[in-house]
């Protein structure tokens, strides 16, 4: 869970110190204003959709619902960012985040919900530190190389960069799948190997 983080949250960190140069710079109707918005349509939509979906999955009998709207979310938001290569005007900004808002609505309680139920007792603060750790250097690793890659290749190739790193972490949850509670007994661990 902690890789799938780490690479996915390192696709995300490609775009996000540059998006709004991306949206003043390269939309007809690109300015700082659209900047706003894009954000504020991705964090309200968000915010409404995620308590419900969280409250869908915890009525679910087993993890696998968790698991498969984690990765169904985590790839329409690496969808998301080859959509970007095609935007030219604003409102296709804003449906593409309206997308990857309700993408991560849906992505973000089935991961919370798999990593919290098997955590290890006792190391409550250390896993979950380690989570934050990991997705942290991940997308400060990417803040560097986002610049890089934009000043040399141009946005398009980030976008795609981005895409591509984002779907690899979100099919590594894929692997445990086979190890996922499916009776709905929230005692059980992953199988340790």
Known sequence: MIKADFFFFSGLG????VFAVFLTDNLKDGNIEVAG????????VR???EIPVAKFLDKCRGERDDLLCLVGGYLIVALVHFGYIQATLSWHIYILQFVYAVAMAFAAPG???IFTRHID????????GLEHVAYSVGIGIAGIISGIV????????LFMFAGIVAMVGALIPLFIYKD???SGDHHIRFIKK
Do not use: D, H, T
């Not at 918005?37 to 309200?44: N, P, R, S």
């Not at 007792?121 to 979950?128: D, L, P, R």
């Not at 934009?150 to 190739?157: E, M």
């Open 14 to 17: 490609l775009v996000s110190p």
């Open 37 to 44: 918005f894009a954000m504020a349509i991705y964090w309200i």
């Open 47 to 49: 915010s409404i959709f």
């Open 111 to 113: 991961w919370s919900a």
């Open 121 to 128: 007792k006792g190391k409550e603060g250390f896993e979950w």
């Open 150 to 157: 934009v000043v040399n290749y141009g946005f398009n190739q």
């Open 180 to 182: 996922v509670n499916i």
